[in-house]
Nanobody
Framework: QVQLVESGGGLVQAGASLRLSCAASGRTFSSYDMGWFRQAPGKEREFVAAIGWYIFYADSVKGRFTISRDNAKNTVYLQMNSLKPEDTAVYYC?????????????????????WGQGTQVTVSS
């Protein structure tokens, strides 16, 4: 069992930066592929980024967001730069016991086994 706790969300103006963190419990963190998803009001949960053997990004965040992990701290990060109002959403961290080798695999919500409670990111124009 893995528990995930996100932090770092907040209210910022367009163009600003935020860094989200996701702290994971358990001693096998390094064996999980980790992902970030987001969900805006009235919309489906959408993929943002994933890290494992490979790193994948959604086209909408490429060049602005960076995913990284520190296995010694059991933490995965999402550095978000040049934020836009359309980035406003609840951001979720997720862990998968499977290893992704394609972007399609990393984007699939059902492939993730554990989810955090989410952290709100609001970007004002």
């Amino acid at each position: 069992q893995v528990q995930l706790v996100e932090s770092g969300g907040g209210l910022v103006q367009a163009g600003a930066s935020l860094r989200l963190s996701c702290a994971a419990s358990g001693r096998t963190f390094s064996s999980y592929d980790m992902g970030w998803f987001r969900q805006a009001p009235g919309k489906e949960r959408e993929f943002v980024a994933a890290i494992g053997w490979y790193i994948f990004y959604a086209d909408s965040v490429k060049g602005r967001f960076t995913i990284s992990r520190d296995n010694a701290k059991n933490t995965v990060y999402l550095q978000m730069n040049s934020l836009k109002p359309e980035d406003t959403a609840v951001y979720y961290c997720a862990a998968s016991q499977g290893r992704f080798t394609t972007s399609a695999q990393s984007m699939a919500v059902p492939r993730y086994d554990y989810w955090g409670q989410g952290t709100q990111v609001t970007v004002s124009s």
